[in-house]
């Protein structure tokens, strides 16, 4: 049975830092591109970045200089380090994982991503 779970969510400041984490179970990561999604309320889930097996990445535009992914396969786990964060990065973030890396794209569409995470909170204000 494989399982996500997310964690290192909450409350932060404008221009502050969090890092979450990814803790993968049921298989093993370094197969899988893996990506960070988030969904605000009222809005679609979008894409955050993304990295294939071999660690080739794509960013949002609004992820670019701020967001970094990285993963662990040791640990089997995915992080995503977020700094300078804004009011408009308040969402819910969600961790995703894919065999396929061309899933990893530009685009990064959720339904190329097999299996998820359940999200944690990230609020960003003063």
């Known amino acids: 049975q494989w399982q996500l779970v997310e964690s290192g969510g909450g409350m932060v400041q404008p221009g502050g830092s969090l890092r979450l984490s990814c803790e993968v179970s049921g298989f093993t990561l370094d197969s899988y591109a893996v990506a960070w999604f988030r969904q605000a309320p009222g809005k679609e889930r979008e894409g955050v970045l993304c990295?294939?097996?071999?660690?080739?990445?794509n960013y949002a535009d609004s992820a670019k200089g701020r967001f970094t992914i990285s993963r662990d396969n040791v640990k089997n786990t995915v992080y995503l380090q977020m700094n300078s964060l804004k009011p408009e990065d308040t969402a819910i973030y969600y961790c995703?994982?894919?065999?396929?890396?061309?899933?990893?794209?530009?685009?990064?569409?959720?339904?190329?991503?097999?299996?998820w995470g359940q999200g944690t909170q990230v609020t960003v204000s003063s």
């Open positions: 990295a294939t097996s071999n660690s080739i990445t």
């Open positions: 995703a994982a894919s065999l396929r890396d061309d899933a990893c794209s530009k685009y990064m569409f959720p339904h190329e991503f097999d299996y």
